[in-house]
C-alpha cells in the first residue's frame, strides 16, 4: 500500500490527517502512532490495539477449544506444587 499526499501543520504543530488516509488506514479518533525522525523525514506509524487487532485483525493461525484446553491443562501441571 502506497499513498502520497500533502497535509499542513495547524495550530500547535497539529497534524490534521486527510479523510482518504484516515479511510484507508483505518485510524479513529484516540489511536496511538509511533512517530521516526530520520534527518528530513518523519515516519508516523499507527500503533493498533491489541484487543482490536485480535477481533478485527488478519488471522494468521487457528486453534480449538480443545487444543487451548490441553495446553492450559499442561501449564498448570508445570507449576503444580510450586511454592
Do not use: C, T, W
Not at 499526499?5 to 486527510?18: D, N
Not at 500503533?47 to 498448570?76: T, W, Y
Request: hydrophobic share 40%.
Amino acid at each position: 500500500m502506497s499513498l502520497e499526499i500533502s497535509a499542513r501543520i495547524g495550530k500547535k504543530f497539529a497534524l490534521y490527517l486527510p479523510k482518504n488516509v484516515v479511510d484507508l488506514l483505518k485510524i479513529k479518533e484516540g489511536d496511538k502512532v509511533k512517530i521516526l525522525v530520520e534527518g528530513e523525514k518523519m515516519i508516523v506509524e499507527v500503533i493498533r490495539d491489541p484487543i482490536d487487532l485480535a477481533l478485527h485483525g488478519k488471522k494468521f493461525a487457528k486453534i480449538s477449544a480443545e487444543e487451548v484446553e490441553k495446553i492450559s491443562l499442561e501449564e498448570q501441571n508445570k507449576y503444580e506444587g510450586s511454592p
